[in-house]
Structures are given as structure tokens and as C-alpha cells.
């Protein structure tokens, strides 16, 4: 669904990617794991058109998205969840006027009880209630505004799901019953991830392909359960031992 050949960027003389590739197939769970600043966000950027690439393809479903048709059709179709909910929502805006702008934006002619309808239904797949349409993100706990990021991401009804770090602002017990959530929404509407993270762990949770990033160049890439238990690049071996208890630190390095 998403290929990704031979990206590189670079800002001024600093090079943060060097010929990445990697594959999201139809509603597969792909982790990008790497450390801060290996360049993992600055993927996510390209894919969603907010930066531009130096070199290399990125296409969606066979086609180049450097094609103006078809990064509009993908503009609906890969949305996105961010690390700080607080920072992804407007203040100003109650959760009514959040969850309306990607569906005005996709189906204007809705309106009414049709549109109410679909708000609560929204809320209702991440679960939340209706009874929040008329309330500001301030007065929402940071789980509930992580979930309200989700629903508004659902809100066109996307294929892929680029999840950037969409944990590292929540607590413990609140990260656990979003990762339940993001199982929930893959098992009933078969909805693609692309999570970045840096964490191992969230990754062995949640993926069935991982992608290791260091320095902006994949270091390994293979199925979650083969990379966690048997990692063959010294860099995973590391981050690993860092990271997580056996068995996943049983493979040392020679």
C-alpha cells in the first residue's frame, strides 16, 4: 500500500535520511523504532507532504505521490495521530468543531442530524461519549484528548494510520488502554499503522514488521517477534538490552 525506496533528506550540510525503504502492505502493523533524532518523524513528514525529500519515491497504492492527484487522494486516505494531543488540538475549539473540519473538508453536503450522528458514532469507536460534543480539549483528561486525536484521524475514513510517538505523552494505564484501543479499531476496520516510537516494548505490543532506524539509515528490518527475540545488527542488540528483559536480550553480540 504505502513503498517507501531510497528516501534521503537532508537540511543544510546535516543529512537525516539516507536511502530508506521500507513497505506498510494493506492493514499491516509496521513499527519505525530508532532513537531520537534517527529520523523518524522527518519520515512521517515526507509521507504526510509536510516536508519534501531530496531524493528517493514514496508511493501510495502503486502510484508516486509526488503526483498531485494522487497525493490528494492520500491526503484523505494516510491521516495522522501526533505525540502531544494537547498541541494537536485547537483550544479554541470544542471536540463538536474538531471532529467537524476533516468532515467538512471530505463530505460538506452533511449536515444536521446526519452529522450529529456521525460525531457521536466517532466518539463512540474511541471510546467516548457523545456527552463531550460541547466541550473545549482543556477540559478533557490527556488520554481522552489522545482519543479524541484518533477519532478526528478516523473521521474520513483512512486506510493507514501514521502514528507518531502517540504514547510518550500518557501515562502507564493510559497508554494500555490506548494500545487496546489501536487493536480494536486493526481487528473490526482493518486500518494500517505505520507507529514510530522509540520504544521496543510498544513496538513488540503492537507490530508485526519492525523497521530499526539509526542515523537516518535502516539497520534492520524483519517480523517483530524474529528482530525482539533474535536481533542481528549491533544496534538493536543494544537498544534491546537497554530497553526490555529476556528472552529479548538473549542473542549477544560476537
Wanted: net charge neutral; glycine share 8%.
Amino acid at each position: 500500500m504505502l513503498t517507501i525506496e531510497r528516501l534521503s533528506k537532508s537540511y543544510g550540510k546535516q543529512q537525516i535520511l539516507c536511502e530508506v525503504s521500507f513497505k506498510v502492505g494493506a492493514g499491516e502493523i509496521v513499527g519505525l523504532v530508532g532513537q531520537s533524532g534517527s529520523g523518524k518523524s522527518t519520515i512521517a513528514k515526507c509521507i504526510l507532504g509536510l516536508e519534501r525529500p531530496d531524493a528517493g519515491q514514496m508511493s501510495w497504492r502503486g502510484r508516486s505521490l509526488a503526483e498531485r492527484t494522487v497525493r490528494r487522494t492520500a491526503s484523505r486516505e494516510i491521516q495522522a495521530v501526533f505525540q502531544d494531543p494537547r498541541s494537536s488540538l485547537n483550544p479554541r475549539w470544542t471536540v463538536r468543531q474538531l471532529l467537524s473540519e476533516p468532515l467538512d473538508n471530505w463530505t460538506p453536503s452533511e449536515e444536521g442530524s446526519a452529522r450529529g450522528a456521525r460525531l457521536t458514532a466517532l466518539l463512540d469507536r474511541v471510546t467516548l461519549s457523545g456527552n463531550l460534543l460541547d466541550r473545549y480539549p482543556h477540559e478533557l483528561s490527556t488520554g481522552q484528548c489522545q482519543r479524541l486525536c484518533v477519532a478526528r484521524a478516523l473521521a474520513p475514513d483512512p486506510a493507514l494510520l501514521v502514528l507518531d510517538e502517540p504514547l510518550s505523552a500518557l501515562d502507564v494505564s493510559v497508554q494500555a488502554r490506548l494500545i487496546e484501543l489501536l487493536m480494536e479499531l486493526h481487528r473490526s476496520a482493518g486500518i494500517g499503522y505505520l507507529l514510530i516510537t522509540h520504544d521496543f516494548a510498544v513496538a513488540g505490543d503492537l507490530c508485526e514488521k519492525i523497521v530499526v532506524l539509526n542515523e537516518g539509515r535502516v539497520v534492520e528490518t524483519g517480523h517483530a517477534a524474529s528482530i525482539l527475540v533474535h536481533p542481528t545488527h549491533t544496534y538493536t542488540q543494544g537498544l534491546l538490552r537497554d530497553v526490555l528483559p529476556p528472552p529479548y536480550t538473549q542473542h549477544e553480540p560476537k
